[in-house]
């Protein structure tokens, strides 16, 4: 017997039509596949709150309410610093989030859902109702002062593109495509996610020494030491990805995912994050600044998704134990389309130099 816990979201290929905007994506990397394509979030919203340059597109999850008709369709969408010294541990300034809704009835889309197949022509995309900057997909109100078509979000993506090879496309207008050659270099992989439900053995929950004792059997089984003949990306050590000695509740956490350690987002609207640490976890979330309601977890982010985005050797790039996404509980209709949200982010802790000495 078993008993549907949380979605779990798994990285998989798949062709670029299928991550268009039409077929309403959960996907990681490329350009952000915007639901409503007007009104997109602004380039002062989509900027670090350490560096002040701008974000790329980390990863969006489609998440309606089937409850509730505003909410026939929905998105959360996530953007991060690509700058590794903008990611402190325990501290969330170099992300943001922005949810996005529609009822089914609206002005982008059929009212039916398109067959899942490769469709003639390109569209209804985003850039049918913007310029978007030809780097990361974003809105691009900036353009470049040779051709006078190039479109981008900040000086800092100009200038990227101009260095990359715009510089020699700027003398032939005409040959010019609204996005980069760039991009691709830049931004990170692009993938769709796939939720299925995670399913454990009903019964209950494992006490602290009972999640202790299979920790020590995975240990013991060579099942969490570090795979240096492995060159796959489907199998990381999160022990050594920690890089750090850590507290129980991540023994916990690593005995929760060994089912499914390929999982790089774990869907669980309205219940608790599975913690990385017993520390730094958010005392008091601020509710809703449109509605006033409470927000609630709805999703986080996995370290396994580091594997996937190619970044650097860790400790030297963007780095997390786990990046938990807050929401309206009522997912309340605000005036703009897109919507900022809450993430935290969560490291792992250190175990304390007594207890690391202690029977040494």
Known sequence: MTEVVVELGFIEKAP???????????????????????????????????CNKPLIFLCQLYAPFHH?????????????CR?????????????RVFRCQLQRDNEFYPYEPPKEEKPESDGPCAGDFNNLCR???ALGPKVCGGCKQARYCSKEHQALDWKSGHKSECKDPGSLSKTSPFSSKFLFPEFEVELE????????EKSDE????????????GQVTHQDDDDSDTEVDLVNMASKETDKQFQKFRTRIKEFPDQVVRYD??????????????????????CGEPRQFEFQVMPQLLVHLKVDNMGHSIDWGTVLIYSCQESCKATRPYVEEIAYKQDYSPIPSVMKNQGT
């Open 269 to 290: 609207r309205g219940r608790e994050p599975l913690w990385v640490s017993s520390e730094n976890q958010p005392v008091e979330v601020p509710p809703c600044p449109h």
């Open 210 to 221: 009972e999640v202790m004792k299979e920790y020590q059997d995975l240990l013991r089984s």
């Open 16 to 50: 670029t039509w299928k991550l268009q905007s039409r077929f309403f994506p959960s996907k990681v990397g490329g350009y952000p596949a915007w639901l409503a394509l007007k009104d997109l979030p602004s380039s002062e919203e989509l900027i670090c709150q350490r």
């Open 68 to 80: 509730k008709e505003e909410c026939f369709h929905r998105t959360v969408f996530v953007f991060v």
């Open 197 to 204: 439900p995670e399913e454990l053995e009903a019964g209950r």
């Open 83 to 95: 700058d590794s010294g903008c990611c402190q541990d325990n501290d969330s300034s170099n992300i």
């Open 135 to 137: 780097i990361c997909g």
